[in-house]
């Protein structure tokens, strides 16, 4: 296999997962689906995460995704 194809492969695995936590967490039930309310809501976690808050940010959501992770 060729490299190119390997790298292909390895970002589709990669988009496939982060997409999959997206169905996780309840968003697109939540959204019915609505892909400019989802692509907002990343958005604005975007921009809270350059904020001056950002590392609080960091700290409470990876908390909460880890504890979410155990938990299932």
Aim: no cysteine.
């Amino acid at each position: 296999m060729r490299t190119w194809q390997v790298k292909r492969r390895k970002r589709t695995r990669h988009l496939i997962e982060l997409g999959g936590l997206v169905v996780k967490a309840g968003i697109v039930d939540l959204t019915s689906d609505d892909r400019a309310m989802i692509y907002g809501a990343l958005l604005w976690m975007a921009d809270r995460l350059k904020s001056e808050q950002g590392e609080h940010a960091r700290a409470l959501w990876t908390a909460k995704g880890k504890q979410a992770f155990e938990d299932n």
